[in-house]
């Protein structure tokens, strides 16, 4: 089966780096267009006003900055000859994920079972949120090996990467 153009999702983790290699090697095969795309998740709590809101909007400026440079190392990964295509978008990931496969029509998404989250479970909300709700074919990519930073060992539920730390 061969897509004609493949959106992958990446927030700079091991899951979404293993995603972002199977992207790529789906659309050179397949020669199919490559979009990737980041979102800058919104922060957690806004303070509008007061000097909260000062202390915010700067988190916010670094936290925009942090995922630029995640999009920007994986535009980097990507082969000269192969032509991508790079989004920014801001606000909840699934959100803008599901939004860029409407706009540019695409007709694969391939991202990871979890990211930078502590979550225990199979998958992260993120990419729950996609396979549930996704116009188009979902790739689901798992990276073997140790969990990310502060992730329990125990999280591997699924029994795979049995090798870690047991
Ligand atoms: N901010 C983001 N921008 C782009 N893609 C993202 C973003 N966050 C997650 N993703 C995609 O979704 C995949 C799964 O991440 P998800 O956020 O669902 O898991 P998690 O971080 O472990 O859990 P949770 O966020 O629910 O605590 C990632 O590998 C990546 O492909
Ligand atoms: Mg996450």
Redesign the pocket.
């Known amino acids: 089966m061969s897509f004609r153009s493949v959106l992958v999702?990446?927030?700079g983790?091991r899951?979404?780096d293993m995603?972002l290699a199977h992207a790529i090697e789906l659309a050179r095969d397949g020669n199919a267009r490559l979009t990737i795309?980041?979102?800058t998740?919104p922060p957690p709590g806004v303070s509008l006003t007061g000097p909260g809101a000062v202390a915010a909007a700067e988190a916010a400026a670094r936290m925009d900055h942090d995922?630029d440079e995640i999009l920007r190392a994986a535009a980097d990964r990507v082969p000269d000859d192969l032509p991508v295509t790079t989004v920014h978008a801001s606000g909840p990931?699934a959100q803008a994920?599901l939004n860029e496969m409407e706009r540019g029509d695409h007709d694969l998404i391939v991202?990871?079972?979890?990211?930078?989250?502590?979550?225990r479970a199979l998958?992260?909300?993120?990419?729950?949120r996609v396979l549930r709700h996704a116009p188009a074919a979902v790739l689901i990519v798992h990276a073997e090996g140790k969990p990310d930073a502060g992730a329990p060992a125990a999280s591997d539920q699924e029994g795979r990467g049995a090798s870690v730390s047991r």
């Open positions: 999702a990446v927030d983790s899951h979404s995603a795309l980041t979102a998740p995922f990931p994920i991202m990871g079972s979890r990211g930078l989250g502590l979550a998958m992260g909300s993120v990419s729950h």
